[in-house]
T-cell receptor
Framework: NAGVTQTPKFRVLKTGQSMTLLCAQD?????MYWYRQDPGMGLRLIHY???????AKGEVPDGYNVSRLKKQNFLLGLESAAPSQTSVYFC??????????????FGQGTRLTVV | RKEVEQDPGPFNVPEGATVAFNCTYS??????FFWYRQDCRKEPKLLMS???SGNEDGRFTAQLNRASQYISLLIRDSKLSDSATYLC????????????FGRGTSLIVHP
């Protein structure tokens, strides 16, 4: 059981380049989320999805697009990267944990640097 | 004002100490509350849920005060391995389940 897997784990982009971050979960969860984490800012929600084919904006959606064509995958796209998008990106899915709680399961993160 | 507020710390305590963190939330209709732990450069992981009556898990005790809109985490007999950032998480109501994170409180336990 792989849980939540993010690819890539590290990436350096030049300003204006595009890229897609992939999040895959094998737990059949409906809800999936993309967060970014910056020093002193905590995790801020970029976009989320409540099921296959649905997406919605979070707190900081500008400059990002998402797609949820398959239930297990949630893609985050940067069309034209900017230095302000240098951050650590976490994907999460929501489901029942081992103790019966509803919890968010996170991927290992993607460290993105835009130069 | 942020939906979920935490003192960033750091809290610097010796091994064996008892330490407590608070977290306040702004939406009185919030229903679900959690503490997550995040180690340096790692993903957050659930530490414990917070129930209305308060709950304990070993050395960790979580409490909820709805009237004052805050939750707390108490760690007894601190270990070196407790050094981490503790994230307060609240599910903000509005139709969908959206875990909303505080900025985290840094704990450093020293020998």
């Amino acid at each position: 059981n792989a849980g939540v897997t993010q690819t890539p784990k590290f990436r350096v982009l030049k300003t204006g380049q595009s890229m897609t971050l992939l999040c895959a979960q094998d737990m059949n969860h409906e809800y999936m989320y993309w967060y970014r984490q910056d020093p002193g800012m905590g995790l801020r929600l970029i976009h989320y999805s409540v099921g296959e084919g649905t997406t919605a904006k979070g707190e900081v959606p500008d400059g990002y697009n998402v797609s949820r064509l398959k239930k297990q995958n949630f893609l985050l796209g940067l069309e034209s990267a900017a230095p302000s998008q240098t951050s650590v990106y976490f994907c999460a899915s929501l489901g029942r944990g081992g103790r019966g709680n509803t919890e968010a399961f996170f991927g290992q993160g993607t460290r993105l640097t835009v130069v | 004002r942020k939906e979920v507020e935490q003192d960033p710390g750091p809290f610097n305590v010796p091994e064996g100490a008892t330490v407590a963190f608070n977290c306040t939330y702004s939406n009185s209709a919030s229903q679900s509350f959690f503490w997550y732990r995040q180690d340096c450069r790692k993903e957050p992981k659930l530490l414990m849920s917070v129930y209305s009556s308060g709950n304990e898990d070993g050395r960790f005790t979580a409490q909820l005060n709805r009237a004052s809109q805050y939750i707390s985490l108490l760690i007894r007999d601190s270990k070196l391995s407790d050094s981490a950032t503790y994230l307060c998480v609240v599910n903000i109501p509005g139709g969908s389940y959206i875990p909303t994170f505080g900025r985290g409180t840094s704990l450093i336990v020293h020998p």
